[in-house]
């Protein structure tokens, strides 16, 4: 926590506003039933009521911000077939290897393990179905204004810069691209329906005091399940972040325990002045500490009393939700 330290002077200390309701975030749109990632994707969780929808960003060759989770291509589209020698010598095929021009002639699918070319949810959409292309940040972000202006219901967008630091050492600095993209689209604010998230702290810190982001930001957490044992949980760690960041993003099991009750990371966060939106609840791939789907939600929720949560089905979680009487927290 050192280099958090140094944001002191320059940290607005503001608390993100109370949300009348937990928050459903698509993750990675609602990527339970299209292709991650996909406008299409997009746009089923914006009329299944998601509040927010997630773009994880990566840069092009020519540093244009394009929504993809990875940064390698072969998981999910036809690049080993279009570009047989464009591999890397791992094997791997690189998305800042390739124009933007270029990687819009490629056809995105459902994920599937590179090692194997099997998909990695069998019973999610077809692999080999459809026409699905790489979208790049400003189209994503055209298309929820769109449906914000014909549905009347505006979405909030939740983006992820990945791997910065990989990034830089490739020649390419992502995190300025992005926050220019969202500046323009007047994001820049604790007001504003946006949250920035990285998994790298020192990132966060760069995005809040060299590059003046005055938005909302959350800490990604990696890690397997911590329960009581959870670094975060030393004293004044918490407290030390929340000058940085507005939240922190855990995976579900260090929000639930081996056991099925809730650690202690999400009443610290709170008591600290940071929501907690954990990832990712998935019904074709419950958490061990989970029955059924409804049992999963309701100990994210109720028991633990996570402020949102990703999912890659968001109709799920809003139903629950509606179920309990709890229409949900719309951005707008």
Known sequence: MTDLRRLALVAM??????????????????????????????????????????????L???????????????????????HPGRARGDGRYYVVDF????????????????????????????ADTGTFRIATLEEELDLLEGLARST?????????????????????????IVVDVLRRRGLDSKEAACFIQCFEADELVRLRADLAWRGRLVLLLGGSPQDVDDPLLAAGELAELARVVDGIGPPLGRVIGADGRPTPLVTAAHAAGLVVHPYTFRVDQLPPFATSADDALRRLFLDAGVDGL??????????WLERQGNPGCRPD
């Open 13 to 58: 200390l503001i608390s993100p506003p109370a949300a009348a309701a937990p928050l459903v975030i698509a993750h990675r749109g609602a990527s339970g039933y299209l292709p991650e990632h996909t406008l299409p994707a997009k746009a089923m969780a914006h009329a299944q009521g998601a509040d927010f929808v997630e773009q994880d960003v990566v």
């Open 60 to 82: 092009s060759r020519d540093d244009v911000p394009v929504v993809l989770h990875d940064i390698h291509l072969d998981a999910i589209s036809d690049v080993a077939d279009l």
């Open 99 to 126: 124009t933007l021009e270029e990687l819009r002639g490629l056809r995105l699918c459902e994920r599937r393990d590179p090692k194997t070319g099997r998909q990695v949810f069998p019973g999610r959409f077809p």
């Open 152 to 176: 009347g219901r505006r979405v909030g967008v939740y983006p992820e810069i990945k791997q910065p630091s990989w990034h830089r050492r490739e020649g390419h600095d992502i995190a300025p």
């Open 310 to 319: 990703f999912s890659d089905f968001p109709d799920v979680c809003v139903r």
